[in-house]
Nanobody, 124 residues
Framework: QVQLVESGGGLVQPGGSLRLSCAAS????????VGWFRQAPGKEREFVSSITNWSGASTYYTDSVKGRFTISRDNAKNTVYLQMNSLKPEDTAVYYC????????????????WGQGTQVTVSS
């Protein structure tokens, strides 16, 4: 069983940057793909980005964050990062990470071991 803890959220002005971390317990973390999702008040949880567990990991992004967000993983540290640049007010949400045995999927139902989330607020 993998347990995940997100961190790195906060309040940032439009155009600013944050780096989120998803730290995992369990040595099997490297066997899973990891995804980042977000949920704004009154909205459904939506896919943001994912990274596969393969060597030369493949990355995936929702269109609204392409070119601004970068996902990466450090299996030695059991951690996945989401570097978020050029943040916009519409990026405001609670960000969650989760793992999946299905590489590259955006389906929230195929992810598990959800963390508690970290709040990102983009506001002037």
């Amino acid at each position: 069983q993998v347990q995940l803890v997100e961190s790195g959220g906060g309040l940032v002005q439009p155009g600013g940057s944050l780096r989120l971390s998803c730290a995992a317990s369990g040595s099997i973390f490297s066997s899973y793909s990891v995804g980042w999702f977000r949920q704004a008040p009154g909205k459904e949880r939506e896919f943001v980005s994912s990274i596969t567990n393969w060597s030369g990991a493949s990355t995936y992004y929702t269109d609204s964050v392409k070119g601004r967000f970068t996902i990466s993983r450090d299996n030695a540290k059991n951690t996945v990062y989401l570097q978020m640049n050029s943040l916009k007010p519409e990026d405001t949400a609670v960000y969650y990470c989760a793992v999946s045995a299905v590489g590259g999927t955006r389906n929230v139902g195929l992810y598990g071991s959800w963390g508690q989330g970290t709040q990102v607020t983009v506001s002037s």
